[in-house]
């Protein structure tokens, strides 16, 4: 097996792969590539590393695991805290919803166009995340929105019940506006990959359907259904503008906290906040990784 | 095919199944439509309240307030011709580096697919902290006047671009024959670029659309990177709108989703043209 993500036996062998070809050309391939790495080495390498190696230097010079130490303070860790628990609460929600919705286009009986729509309208939603999103449920759910409005027009006032937009409940609400459709477009695939001929099989053997979703369809979907809400995870883990739209930056999340320390430095320690930058992207890191991890387990069944 | 392997008893109890499936069919409308009031009602009651800009009456006053807004076409057409600087910029990167890859240097394709997902992995906000922190002082000082930081912003976006134009174009080169194309074309005198420009460029033209307008429908509105460089763009812009007008951010937010859904129904038409050739 190879290491790659995805193996391309037609070009694999070396003949083609530029093994026995004189060195002149060999550079000119190279060549060919240069200018991606320089350019990402730039604009994607060169400012990962530079938080890193800002992140391990003391205050007077030196290197030092002085600043993450310091990530255990109050103000970083509530706000990792709050970003986990909206990540996980809106992954598991948005999956759990996002793969019931994809169950009913592929397979629940509905006319055909209506798979079409929502993978569009998911293509749509799922990317309409940022400013116009928040707009959208200001006047949908804030203070004064249209459907607060309705709820008061039946006696409910529900601000007075505890409701806020501007809360972890009313940011949950709203992130799942582009969590779900995420999840759509990801598990879709993965539901039509499950094949006609394992659940004749599993009803030729006398398998109720129950047992046919818990014993075939769902261990092959598993890999696919986990590795996905992990990308939501980490999708709404690296979230800045919806919440800073929402809230004016002024609310408690990792994204925030790092957006509020680079316009004044609000850790009062330059160092720590390079720590909070760099503790996100060994996150996010790890999230993708299992991400891979999984989807490449369930290619193995789901082609 | 599928008749004549069913055996007689499932065949049978398929028949004899006729309310289950019908109740099966109540749960799945249940669910899609659940779903769908959730995803309408915020589109529904914005639209609502951008029609009441006008005391007294419905009309589409808010949507003419937006675009005679003094700052709001600069700031659009500045977004637009950013995004499309930043198309152009990742498909002269990416074609070719895929191309390469694909063709000559399979060995690097590990390493290029760990790169294009690294816009992934560094959130937007980090990705500007390091960018700032990198560009804000000589011997690499970028951020100095409003231009130069434009330019950096350009080539940011290029590059978080580079995992959706990657993939679009790496999809794009399996459905075709990129070796024998590459030896037709050079048995008939071609050199690299004009097999690049002339064969591969024309082959690739739905991967490149389908690149270019996803990659569109995510930097025209983008607002994180943009605001911590101070450029006056379409997201920042829209953010200030939000906190300064009552029904104009209304217009704002459906002009905005109209155009993520043109992009992405671009996407699924051309595509769909090509399956149906």
Known sequence: MTTSLQPTPRFADPALAGARRPARLQLGYWLGVLPFFVFSGLFLIGPALILAYRSLE????????????????????????????????????????????????????????????????????????????????IFTLGRVGVITALFEVFGIDLYRTGFSLYSFAGLTLVYLYFQVPLMILVILPALDGLKREWREAAENLGATPLQYWRHVALP???????????????????????????????????????????????????????????????IMGFSILIYSILQRRSERWLR | ??????????????????????????????????????FLTPLAATFYWSLRAEKGKLGFEAYRRLFAETDFLPAFSESLVNAVAAILL??????????????????????????TLLPFVIPAVVLVFGLLRLYSRPPLLLTATYDSSRVLLVCVYAALSFPYMFRAVDNGLRAMDVRALTEAAQSLGAGWPTILLQVIFPNLRVALLS??????AIVIGELTIALFMAQHTLGPYMADLTRSKVYEPSAMALVAFALTWAAMGMIAYISRERRQP
């Open chain 1, 220 to 282: 092959v979907l598993m890999p696919s259904i986990l590795g996905t809400m992990i990308l939501l995870f980490g999708n709404s883990f690296g979230a800045h503008a919806t919440a800073y739209a929402l809230t004016g930056g002024f609310f408690t999340l990792a994204t925030l906290l790092i957006g509020q320390q680079i316009s004044g430095d609000v850790l009062h320690n330059p160092g720590l906040g390079y720590a909070v930058a760099m503790g996100m992207v060994i």
């Open chain 2, 211 to 216: 690149g270019a307008l996803l990659t569109f």
């Open chain 2, 1 to 38: 095919m599928t008749i004549t392997t069913t055996p007689a008893p499932l065949a049978a109890k398929a028949a004899a199944a006729g309310t289950p499936a019908r109740k099966n069919r109540f749960w799945s409308w249940l669910i899609y439509v659940a779903g769908a009031v959730y």
């Open chain 1, 58 to 137: 003391g205050p007077e010079g030196g290197l030092t695991l002085d600043n993450y130490r310091q990530l255990a303070s109050e103000t970083v860790m509530s706000a990792y805290g709050m970003s986990i628990r909206i990540s996980l609460t809106t992954a598991i929600i948005g999956g759990l919803i996002g793969f019931l919705v994809a169950w009913v286009v592929s397979m629940g009986g509905l006319p055909r166009p209506f798979r079409s729509l929502t993978t569009t309208f998911s293509g749509v939603a799922s990317n309409f995340a940022g400013v116009p999103l928040a707009a959208a449920y």
């Open chain 2, 90 to 115: 990742s498909l002269l990167l990416i074609v070719p580096t895929a191309y390469w890859v694909t063709l000559r240097l399979p060995k690097l394709r590990p390493v290029v697919e760990f790169i």
